[in-house]
Every structure is written in structure tokens, then in C-alpha cells.
């Protein structure tokens, strides 16, 4: 089956900085990777996708990058502020499969 | 329109008691899926429901846990003769349709603990 493997487990940035977290995949054949966005105490929330065949996609201040042949993806956040604060999660799946693979997530915080 | 919808938001029981977790899918969506959120850990997945159908059960951890759906509806997520290791966030999300480009809708989750 598909291990998501993500790094780093906490991460903390100066308000204004950018925010880099790395995942990466074992099954070759995984051609969807979204993002999931939890505040504390509340739902994860899916905040952007990537499907394989685009390498990169942005939505205003958070894009995903996806590298195929090394078989990982990154989520890019610029301008942090206060709001990102959360825990997010990538996760890895074959479009034809039911299962999503999550990794462990990662705690961002947003320093004032 | 309403989301997802899980209950009750928390639950506090003694060890070897069974309990019953609901989840109310959106409405329309047919697969629907159980996760589990164990303290700073990532989303373990339990089980899925296409319709009333669970085609794989191999993520539930033990057989005290069962999960039915009724009605391609609500669904619930039972323990049987819960252990202090059971204790969780369990979460419950729905799609539209099975499988990958469809995104998860998340419940609020229901925080077990067993004492």
C-alpha cells in the first residue's frame, strides 16, 4: 500500500516568512495528492490539490509543487500570517481508489 | 448547506463498555469514510461506504470495531469492549463519489476517551 512519509513534524515562522513542508510517496501509480488544513479543534478542510499531470499550482498565498520521478510534492505557503497557524497534512492516492494515505502532519505556527 | 455532522462531540466511557459513534454524511454523497486521530498523529483510516456496501474492511485495528450504514445514509462506528488504546478523535468524512479527485468533507469528529 501507499506511505506518506512528511517532514517537518513542527515548524515554526516569523509572521510575513514563507513556510515549506516536504512529502513524499511510495506507490508510483498515487496521481492525486491534496492538502488538508486543521485548526486546533476544529475539521481538516482540503485547501488546495494537485493532480500528476501538472507540476505546480497556485491558489493566491499557497501553492503545491509535485515531482513524479522523485515521487514527492511540497506545499508552499508565502506571507504567513497569524490564520495559518494549524496542522497540515498531505495525503496520496491513486484516482481510482478509495483510500486516502495521510501523512503524520505538520504544526505550523506563526509567530507575531 | 450542512456538512458533515458527527456525534456525540465527545465521549467518556470505562473500559470494556461498547460504544456507538454516529455520522451524518452530506446529504447526496455516497461514499463515506471513518478515520482515526490519535493524539499528534496523522488520519488512520478504519473503513469505507460506497452505499451500504464496505467492500474492505482490513483498517479497522481489531474485531471489537464494526461500522454499518443504512439508507446509503447515517453510519455508525461501533467499539465493543473499549480499551484505554481505542481512546481517540474518530472522524468521519463523505464525497460525492468513491474514489480519488472527489474531495473529503470532514466531520467535526468525536473525541473517546476510555478511562
Known amino acids: 500500500g501507499e506511505n506518506v512519509e512528511q517532514h517537518p513534524s513542527t515548524l515554526s515562522v516569523q509572521e510575513g516568512d514563507s513556510a515549506v513542508i516536504k512529502c513524499t510517496y511510495s506507490?508510483?501509480?498515487?496521481?492525486?495528492f491534496p492538502w488538508y488544513k486543521q485548526e486546533l479543534g476544529k475539521r481538516p478542510q482540503l485547501i488546495i490539490d494537485?493532480?500528476?499531470?501538472?507540476g505546480e499550482k497556485k491558489d493566491q498565498r499557497i501553492a503545491v509543487t509535485l515531482n513524479k520521478t522523485a515521487k514527492h510534492f511540497s506545499l508552499h505557503i508565502t506571507e504567513t500570517q497569524p490564520e495559518d497557524s494549524a496542522v497540515y497534512f498531505c495525503?496520496?492516492?491513486?484516482?481510482?481508489?478509495?483510500?486516502?494515505?495521510f501523512g503524520a502532519g505538520t504544526t505550523v505556527t506563526v509567530r507575531a | 448547506g450542512a456538512g458533515v455532522s458527527q456525534s456525540p462531540s465527545n465521549k467518556v466511557t470505562e473500559k470494556g463498555k461498547d460504544v456507538e459513534l454516529r455520522c451524518d454524511p452530506i446529504s447526496g454523497h455516497t461514499a463515506l469514510y471513518w478515520y482515526r486521530q490519535s493524539l499528534g498523529q496523522g488520519l488512520e483510516f478504519l473503513i469505507y461506504f460506497q452505499g451500504n456496501s464496505a467492500p474492505d474492511k482490513s483498517g479497522l485495528p481489531s474485531d471489537r470495531f464494526s461500522a454499518e450504514r443504512t439508507g446509503g445514509s447515517v453510519s455508525t462506528l461501533t467499539i465493543q469492549r473499549t480499551q484505554q488504546e481505542d481512546s481517540a478523535v474518530y472522524l468521519c468524512?463523505?464525497?460525492?463519489?468513491?474514489?480519488?479527485?472527489?474531495?473529503?468533507?470532514f466531520g467535526p469528529g468525536t473525541r473517546l476517551t476510555v478511562l
Open positions: 506507490d508510483s501509480a498515487s496521481n492525486y
Open positions: 495525503a496520496a492516492t491513486r484516482s481510482n481508489d478509495y483510500k486516502l494515505s
Open positions: 494537485i493532480r500528476s499531470n501538472v
Open positions: 468524512a463523505s464525497s460525492l463519489a468513491l474514489a480519488g479527485y472527489n474531495e473529503q468533507f
